[in-house]
């Protein structure tokens, strides 16, 4: 199987600095490492990989200010199995998930897969859109929140996690988009000596000049202001010794519980 | 040329087959060794020859560790063997070269005579203690291998047929020497046998054949270590106990051990050295618990892996058994056995021989970690937080210095001070150790000593990775902190926790690293030295756990109870010391899951039984675990305290301004 | 103003989320007038014609046809887009969930709307509309605009409250042709039927990773029981397998909106945090001072969970 595996570089983020223009974060002291639920979108590809053959190859899309970040990323895709890295590179503008999906369709189309696996939402900016919209540009059937991949035939049999435990099973034909859910397997955890061997591998820098004219103009989600919400905190906090605040929580308890 | 009659041409040709065999096997170790890494443990020779003459002929290991009764029997079958040696020479090279030590003079040669049927009463008694341990009481750490029971009949025959041939020449001779009263007591019982010269050579064949044969079995079995031990001593680890090995990642083509080849030299030597002993299990927490793990299997799988994998190497075949193997043989460790270790040191510290288990364990855990990704889930996910925030728990490393900011104590960015106060992971987040935290920092405000912290710029000190095998990420937050500190000239640091201390005194130099460290219990012991600070004594029956990595691993054993004495009635535990058993939350242990039988649980019984109602750490991972454990015996009246929070509540600190009591 | 709720149908009965968007679109409608329009799309969607009569909806569209009994991508938006384009709404309103994810980018791109998600807020004015979304995990807000007078939002379960009022409603029944897509729907698996609804519960009691160990887990059910309460939880415990997925509260599974919902051990990440911060009364104990659970509870308990919980079980027995 051909896969190819949207990552995205998401920060960790503990105290937010807002840039002047209030539009935009402020990340030169922010380190960025691969979104939570890409992670599992990698294992997955590197699973399949593993019990059917093929080769899985990772895409991301970042800003070049970022770029050790995403060497990082990439190496550490590299050292989990994944036999390819590309980093489509962009600078002084702002993407928003239409943009990214324009570049990538443009991009994608020129290669050759069965599958494009991406997690199903970002930590940062939380679209949970990019995988649609890429369908949509690429014509291409997707699907969403998926918790197992099994090739049937010449279709794949994927289940969806839908609310209250639900499942749903479906077929779906490739070449196809599907978003992954957070929990569906153990990401492997990327040995120092695989890493090192990576890092030696090249990675396949793209400018995203070379795929789109001006990407910005493709962005129809404006982002005006970027701000830091009030902080509410709870109404009361309490602290001390287990033994002097059980009583209290007790009482706290006692008095909101219906008899 | 002396005559040479039947009999010495066949004794030189069994002493020169006994030999050739010897050397032989010898030779072919030697070849075994040669497969390994080198590591340079020829430095200080003169000392460390010196070092070896001391403990091995005063017979340490015998009188370390209050093991009086295979002490005394070692003592005796040491000895023994020294002794019986010149007369074995006698016995060999007389009938040879006409070799005697007569020479000596006749006081000496007597008393040699003398010692000799000395040693040999010794030794029956020895033996019979020996037998009677090993076959009535049967400690579980002790093997009952055939190996060990050969030996000891073998000891058995030899004074039997030393004692006999020297009866029988007695008696042939006629003499009645006093100075061989045993030989004597003995001759004199066979002075009527007829046919004495035929006793006589059977006695002396007897011998000499059980002695050759011993040589030749010597480096076939577990007493290899009667050769061995010496180098091994000579060759043990000088360095701090509590550093671990240093590994060149960009360089190193392989990281960690898990092939027979990946070993040293030295380890070899361990596993070829190790008497079998039993001390080591005996003395693991995580053997105490029912764990798989047990230190003498360690050592053993070395000494199986090289014997069975060296032959195909050195005939270049391929199929060699790697050492870590969910197979449970004696050929390789399993992963399970490994993780259970807290690196607690009981191993080295008890072992006549000074093997290093521990450095093994971390060299393969390294292999699991580095090399294949592989740990206990609890462990992968410590990793991804130390890596993202700096502490295992994944807090905010924007709130690090948030304690030591609500106590306005400054940062080195903003002034700088005489002390460096390392807080540590647990120090800087744990939410009740920060009470001892607070009551150390409150002491060193009133006292007036100069301190500050790197505030957010503080990351974990990194033990708990290296431990754990993931040396990349030691060396990381290690030279994050050591950036940091040596960014703002610190010279002097103070840790609370016991594991910061160890690896940034020990380890940092490897890292470029090199500044004083203080445990904070040295600055107290400094404080009341000085007559900073005054204790009272609350009269309280309390205990002190000692924490592995400051009393085994550093040696510090007294500061913290010359403090205690002062405020409390101190009693000791039955294990203290260097016998204090862990309280199982090493090398990131604290974090992890333990099925069965639970260390601290296994301390916290220890405890119970002592029967006082105040115990004192040092160590905030004790205070975790220690704490945990009385709640899980039910017994939360007994109180877990750090020292700062003991002399907290019994302090007067002298100083001009204020007295508080 | 022309405003267009799509509402779901999950699990043989019309989604909360519905109601919920059906709030927004009203509060759109009151802001800036205009009619509201709901469409629901079903085998059999006229049995809940009562139900979604409700107090401030002008239309409900009910589309029919066998084939739509399961969720399919392709026939659900080609005919709710067909009818939509009747409509030529201003603003289109789709809850994000299980179902909405899938449906809703296809919908906006057959009408050629764009498409913003996880709305918090939406407004309307000369330059357009201008959607608030909670970012980073709750840390950030941005807002955003779009080109042009029409956009498709979506909204988090259990963001808003429900429309339940009910009034009559002009309702259009229609039965409609489907064409199938390149997707084939197989089967719904539904959990075992042993386990219970959390739903239904006045008082949870709900563990996160930092409930420690399995045995702390039994204190909490012996707590939950007590207080006549059932034990639910984070993503993180259904993970490990501590618990089935049923017992799960966040918007990808259960919303819920006990009288009392007390927590051990979670930090508070926000999909968790929307499925139950509608609750009345938050009680959050958590050995992590700066856990974002504490920013929504009404009372936050710093403390070791290990310590106070058999503390805690000991003094209610009072």
Redesign the interface.
Known sequence: MEIIVLIKATP?????KISEDGKS?DTSEL?F?INETDTYALEEAILKKEKYGGKVTVVTIADSSIENDVNEMIWESY?KGADDGIFIEYSNVYLDP?AKAKILSDFLKELKFDLILLG?QS???????LG??LA?SLDL?????VSSIEPSGN?L?V???????????????TPSILTI???IN?P???????I?NAKTRPIKKVPVESIVNDPGQYV??????????P??????????E??E???K??E???S???R | MIFMDIFTLALIIVFAIALILFFLRIYTLYKYFRIGRNINRFDHAGKRFLFMLYDTLSQACSRRHKNYYPGFTHFIFFWGFILLFPSIMELILGPIIGFSWEFLGTPLYQALFFAQDAIVVLIVVALAMAFYRRYVIRPYYIENSFDALLILILVTIIVITITGYKAFQIAIAGTYPAYMPLSLFFANLVRNVPDKTFWLYFFYWFHLGTILFFLVYIPYSKHMHLIASFPNIFFKNNGPRGELSYVDLEKSEKIGVNDIRDLTWKDYLDGISCTECGRCTQNCPAYQTEKPLNPKNVIHTVKYSLFHNAPLILEGKNDTVPLISEKQDHLSITPEELWACTTCGSCIEHCPVYNEHLQKIVDMRRYLVMNEGSMPNELADAFKNLERTGNPWGFPSVKRGSLAKSKNIKTFKEQKAEYLLFMGCMGAYDSRYRNAVEAFIEILNKCGISFATLGNEETCCGDMARRSGNEYLFQTLAKKNIDAMKKYGVEKIITMCPHGYNTIKNEYPQLGGNFKVYHYTEILQMLLRDGKIRLKSSGERAVYHDPCYLGRYNGIYDAPREILEKCTYLLELEKSRTESFCCGGGSGRFLMEEKGKRINEERGRQIVEKGVNLVAVACPICMLMLEDAMKSLHREDISIKDISEIIFKNIEINTQKDEII | MEIVCVGEIFNGDVSGSTYEALYLGNQIKMENGGKLTLILAGKDPEQFSKKLSIKGLDNLILLSNPSLEIYDNESYSSSISNEIKEISPDVIIVPYTSQGMDLAPSIAHLLGFPIITYCESIKFSRKGWLATRVIYGGKLREEVEVEGNKVLITIRPGDFPPLREEAQTNIIKKNVSISRGRIKPIEIIKPALEDIDITKFDVLVSVGRGIGSKENLEIAEELAKMLNGAVSCSRPIVDMGWLPKTRQVGSSAKTVKPKVYITLGISGATNHINGMKNSNTIISINKDPFAPIFEISHYGIVADINDLLPLLLEELKK
């Open positions: 960790v983020l503990e105290e937010a974060l380190k490492f050292a239409y199903a930590t940062d900016t939380s679209y949970s859109l649609q919209l949509k059937p997707y699907t969403t929140l279709v049999r289940v969806r996690e839908l609310e209250e435990g639900l499942q749903e099973v479906l077929e779906i034909p859910q957070s929990g153990t492997r955890y990327p040995p120092f000596v695989k090192r129809k989600l404006k982002r005006v202001r970027l701000y830091i919400p902080s509410k905190g709870a109404a009361n906090i309490i602290k001390g287990p033994e605040i059980a009583p929580v007790a706290i308890i006692k909101v519980v219906p």
